[in-house]
């Protein structure tokens, strides 16, 4: 199926701001060339840029890349972005959750699951 991003077993989030311009070669190339990876069918991987209202998420297929795009509608509304540049940073399933819906992915009164 197109865009079935839960057969996904990582989710990383490329820190600091990215060039939102950028489409599937040039974010590859980010995930090549600083951090020396490469992006793979059991990974997504998530960038934002300097506003911090849009999203978008490189997923590769077996026949392909995809990539999605999220734009926040809400006014003045703002993912809550680690700006650390210099990382890629993993995150759980439940962490990806909550900052699509906005929150920040550390939760520190969340309850821990097993």
């Not at 059991?42 to 506003?51: Q, Y």
């Amino acid at each position: 199926m197109i865009g079935d991003i839960s057969m996904a077993t990582n989710v990383y989030i490329v820190c600091g701001r990215t060039d939102m311009r950028k489409s599937i070669n040039g974010l590859c190339a980010i995930i090549q060339e600083q951090f020396h990876r490469e992006p793979d069918k059991n990974s997504i991987f998530l960038f934002c840029g300097k506003r911090c209202d849009r999203i978008k998420i490189l997923f590769r297929e077996s026949d392909g890349y995809l990539l999605m795009y999220k734009r926040l509608d809400v006014v003045c509304g703002r993912y809550r972005w680690p700006r650390d540049s210099s990382e890629v940073k993993p995150i759980t399933w439940q962490q990806f959750d909550w900052l699509m819906s906005g929150l920040e992915i550390e939760q520190p009164k969340a309850l821990k699951t097993a």
